[in-house]
């Protein structure tokens, strides 16, 4: 795997195999020194056209983990600001010769045509409302991870599909999994086609109560100037996920970042049915794997210990 | 019915325009000739003298006189020129796409001896004086005729409309906002009531903006797959039947463009049952590829506007053209430069080009397979003026010399060698296809010849 660009690139085994590595790396995140020499040397960019928190930091974090030289280039205060082309940036910042570009863009594809202009591996960290793989690889890791296999499992996405990259992402990672997928919300936010990839499709929550996991999108409030919904307050009462709608053996998720009080509830962020922070913390141990699989690809791989990395400090 | 009144009409000038230039005089052997509206179909010699196909006999019979060049077309097919009623050669105000100068060239090359040319320039065709400096440009840089089409409101803004009288007298072929749909049906309905008097056709971009609202593909199954918003069908057929009914009752007479959608075509075969006067294009890309070919999030090959959309729109596209409904094929060329192309999908221009490609892709992926006939090809992209009162040309004795020489046998890779126009965002980059212009005769002259096809003269 020389990119990570979206989840319909990806096979079964290939999901399995990146996270079991992010299984060890998980274990490297719980040590005193929580570093391993793996990318040494190496140098990873990180680029990103759109604000983003857990994304970048952990995207940063999880270079700097593996040792490597990182560069975060945001396009507000850096030569984007002046008009410079995506194309033009690009180059410039490959001129460093980084192993890895890590992308995140608003326009759908900007990632994939990172591979025509350049030689580095690229990481599609969200591109418009197209994919979002290493969101979508978490999920599926903090899933597992409580859950065990996802295989027969009932996931519920719920809110706007529509706008949605981790929606497009998650659908065809839990359905790779084994699990069987079901979209809710608003007609208005549900995308035309969606029965293609094989979901169901409900408009009211009531069925919700067969779900083992709910997973919720954020509502976006720059959405609410084009109608889509008719108001905040009515989408709450609709759609909103809290206590009350919580069974007792359902698991809450979301990519974050929430709005309280509108997909969700207060109430259900805090208790023990609710993934939020273990989704945070799991993105840290997916991103070490989804980096060091794609830099230690191809011929490099017969170099690599083939029981994983090797700390530093400890021998090689 | 609803032609203009002719002491208008005998008032306005030569639709066409062109650079002067010597008359070509060659004699043309042993050559298919294929012309299915004269009825000429078979192996002839063919003369053409100062510009005039001069004589057309039994092949093998003709010996050329003194000067006359001679092209070997033994294997060859000659066919009447195609005529394209819609491109954008960009002139004036973005020249760094296209030109009057390349623009033609390119038609050249794709066997072309007539265009007509939007008027969504920079800034737009919407004053007399604007039609008359491009006819004088054209004049100097134009290898073959071409025709200029005036905005139907001032500046495209959608509110008033422009002085239709004296765009029709200074040279306007016809009118047309193209690039925006006209939005508000009272000025749509204005425009066809003064039609009545000025005459000229009034060619329509189809679309609600608000059912587009900022789509960038055809809505379905790929755009919900990619994450890109989508322009449903609807958004074409709505404003088609509103259209539809505004000049069925002013009895206008309207083109509407790029057909993409089966519900487009519904509304046209209905509007046609009906008996208004509507005449429609297709493009070649709408024929040939569909929105699948989106996957690939390459805004140069793929991305214009209407989008590609569905196999089963374009199997009706093409089973439109078949039956009759469509009138003619139009290739919609937009060159965009590359920096407008090499940008994210969504960030992209609009817009492919088609000139030299028309022919070719259509008789590779259509004809030979046997979905549509040779003769509809040549009849197809030859028909493209008579919306236009511009009528298509033909391979008879004693009419201009307006035709191409191709090689259907010849492959060639779309691109390997360059093109003609000044932009490289063709729908068939690298593709390899079958038939290739060796020549064009433009209003009596050669407008254009393949370079590694050589000539003998007597």
Known sequence: MKHLLSIDDLDREQVETLLARADSFAEVTRRDIKKVPALRGQTVVTLFYESSTRTSSSFELAAKRLSADVVSVKASGSAVDKGESLKDTVETIYAYDPAAIVIRHPYAGAAKMLTRWVDASVVNAGDGMHQHPSQALLDVFTLQNRMGSLEGKKIWIVGDVLHSRVARSNIAAFQLMG?????????????????????????????????????????????????????????????????RRLGPRQLVMHPGPVNRGVEIGSDVIDSDRSLISEQVASGLAVRMAILYDLLNSGDDAAEQPADGPVPIGEPA | MNQAPEEVVELLPEPLVQRPGPEASLLIRQASLLDPAAGVDGEFDILVTGGEISEIAESGSLEAGEGVEVVEAAGLHVFPAFFDPHVHLRTPGQEHKEDIETGTRSAAAGGYAGLLLMANTTPPVSSPADVSALRHQAETEASVPIGFMATVTRDMAGTELTDMAELREAGAVGFTDDGLPITNPGIMRRALQYQRMCGGRIALHEEDPDLSAGGVMHEGDVSMSLGLRGVPSISESVMITRDAAIAGYECGQIQVQHLSAVESIEAIRQAKADGVDITCEVTPHHLCLTDEIVRSLDPNRHKMNPPLRTEKDRLALIDALIDGTIDCIATDHAPHAKHEKEVPYEAAMMGVTGLETAFSSIYTRLVKPGTITLELLIEKLGSGGIPFDIKPFTLTAGSTANLCLIDLEAEWVVGEDGYESRSHNSWCEDETLSGRVLMTLANGQVAYRLRSFSMGVA
């Open chain 1, 179 to 243: 699990a069987s997928v079901s979209v809710c919300g608003p007609p208005t936010l549900i995308p035309r086609g969606i029965e293609s990839t094989g979901c169901d499709e409900a408009f009211a929550g009531r069925s919700r109560e067969q779900a083992d996991v709910v997973y919720l999108l954020r509502m976006q409030n720059e959405r609410m100037g084009e109608n889509f919904v008719p108001s905040i307050r009515e989408y709450a009462r609709l759609f909103q996920v809290n206590e």
